[in-house]
């Protein structure tokens, strides 16, 4: 990417922003690392670039213990928002998610000032005044990295950590789904990174229950050919499905992941894979217009809303259907991982 490529986003981005005095940074339900450092480096910019004050909101939870750790070195920068407040927002931008995605609490029909995002574009065209979407960037992190750059800010310690460990959670160390621009940023940011918080945040003390979801996982799992299929039953946050999925992928015959659970009425699902292509899609087909699915080639996931069914009904279509997809002989019990 060039820098008047990376200029002429910037100066749209503040044409959207312009007369803006309250701005609210929306990330995607259940933020990751990605997200939070991405809504925190959009603030920033809004911040020094424009005379607006910034705000940035959440729905969902922040579970993993990783995240939590995060959240505390940024001194908490997000907001649980309601729905109310995010209707009566003037002006509102979202980062590392789109509206009508389903993992965030915007439909299409509301036109905002702007979408930030590196997950596959929708099919509808995007309503608002800046759209920036380029499925091929392995983190949103990158991608306000280089805005960043273009305004000629300073990047701090604290924002150029969080970015960094954006990038390398999304893309595994810059080995999952990672172009030049990520290098690019990764290497910008490298020498104002504060490993010792990064350590910190990766080594986050665990809480019993993630123990408990662990030995639930582990006694579910179920070996179909290639692919490795557990269900955690309910769970105390929704992206503990990724943990396991991350997990269990390193199982030496394994080349899929897959791993269920419940969360407030909800069954979440993700999924992993060594080939480095096809999650988004059987993501996508498993849930149909059931729920919502979102990712790209390596890792995805999808929710589905039970809407009065059984979990239990719902977590064993899914695995049938999974099972149906990857397990290739179709067997319908496979052999137990533990
Ligand atoms: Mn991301």
């Not at 044409?15 to 933020?31: C, M, Q, S, W, Y």
């Not at 789109?98 to 995007?126: C, F, S, V």
């Not at 490993?195 to 582990?218: C, G, M, N, V, W």
Request: charged residues 20%; glycine residues 8%; proline residues 4%.
């Amino acid at each position: 990417m060039t820098a008047t490529e990376s200029d002429t986003r910037l100066h749209s981005l503040l044409r959207a922003l312009d007369g803006a005095d309250n701005v609210l940074i929306l990330t995607h339900n259940n933020p990751d690392p990605d997200a939070i450092a991405s809504a925190l480096a959009m603030k920033y910019l809004v911040q020094h670039v424009t005379s607006a004050t910034a705000t940035i909101g959440y729905r969902g939870i922040i579970g993993r213990a990783e995240n939590r750790a995060l959240v505390r070195y940024l001194e908490f920068p997000l907001q649980r928002v309601t729905l109310a407040e995010i209707d009566k927002a003037k002006t509102l931008i979202m980062v590392d998610t789109q509206p009508g995605t389903g993992n965030n609490p915007l439909t299409n029909e509301r036109r905002i000032a702007a979408i930030l995002d590196h997950h596959p574009k929708l099919d509808m065209p995007a309503n608002a005044d800046h759209v920036d979407i380029r499925p091929e960037i392995g983190a949103a992190s990158t991608m306000l990295t280089q805005y960043v750059q273009a305004a000629e800010l300073p990047l701090a310690q604290q924002l150029a950590t969080a970015l960094f460990y954006g990038i390398s959670t999304d893309t595994m160390s810059l080995q999952r789904g990672t172009t030049n621009d990520d290098q690019k940023a990764f290497c910008a940011l490298l020498p104002k990174v504060d490993f010792e918080a990064i350590a910190r945040i990766e080594t986050a003390a665990l809480p019993q229950d993630y123990f408990s979801q662990l030995h639930k996982a582990l006694r579910s799992a179920r070996i179909y050919d290639s692919a490795v299929i557990a269900s955690i039953g309910e769970m105390r946050y929704p992206d503990i499905t990724a943990d396991m999925a991350d997990l269990l992928l390193r199982y030496r015959e394994c080349r899929w992941a897959i791993c269920l659970g419940v969360y407030k009425d909800t069954v979440y699902f993700s999924i992993r894979t060594q080939n480095k292509r096809g999650a988004g899609q059987l993501a996508r087909k498993v849930v149909g217009s059931d729920g919502a699915a979102g990712g790209h080639g390596a890792m995805a996931g999808g929710q589905i809303p039970l809407n009065g069914r059984k979990s239990r009904n719902v977590i064993n279509r899914l695995r049938k259907q999974f099972r149906l997809e990857l397990g290739g002989s179709g067997k319908e019990t496979g052999a137990k991982l533990v």
